[in-house]
């Protein structure tokens, strides 16, 4: 069996009508728990206080919209390589699930930001970046809504998405980039030195999971959206021809 079979519509609506319960019944299960865990059985920070467990949002929140983006460069570029329409219109249906985990992130982050930092906002590499990708993500739904002809917008909105991954690489690694800069170091990391303490650690993995599969979901039921869309205006633009 070909990967690329799922590229045929009909056969990626089969797969996915399969797939959502399960997709759902798991996200809504590992939200719940990491959520619960993180916001009611964790202790506060000795120095950040109760502020801390704003990492249960912010941080899977901020991951998701810069890999929501990852997943439409990858599907920009197989649209751009073999002409598959459910690639195309599977990037078009991640833009706004990745815009609202990007704005989710910024919102967060200023809720954090404002006691620790004494700020709402700070011309930081990683934070300015991150605004920039808001802006192409945007830019990106707008070229999507400016253009008639769907294959015209897929062509140049996956032109777009290859222009915008540079800042969705520099949100990532704007810390490793730059040493200045009031944003910290990753929660998750390799080196146990620079990871959050286990017990904040573990339900921050549940909800991370959990916001994959949120996304997971909501991008398989916007893509079997824009896919009957599709199906309907070809429908139509055959009864007024007939």
Known sequence: MSIWEYANPKKFMQTSAWALPWAVGLTVILLVVGLVWGFFFTPDDYKQGSTVKIIYLHVP????????WVMMLV????WIVRRHHVSALAAKAAAPVGLTFTL???VTGALWGQ?????WWAWDPRLTSFLILTLFYFGYMALWAAIEDPDTAADLTSILCLVGSVFALLSRYAVLFWNQGLH????????????VSDVFWQPLV????GFILL?????LLRTRTEIRA?????LLARERVA
């Open 61 to 68: 929140s901020a991951m998701m919209a810069i890999n929501a």
């Open 75 to 78: 599907t920009s570029l197989i």
């Open 104 to 106: 989710i992130a910024l």
């Open 115 to 119: 006691p620790m930092w004494g700020t």
């Open 184 to 195: 910290q170091g990753a929660s998750l990391s390799l080196d146990k030195e620079e990871n």
């Open 206 to 209: 549940i909800c991370i999971a």
């Open 215 to 219: 996304f997971v979901t909501m991008v």
């Open 230 to 234: 599709r199906r309907l205006k070809a």
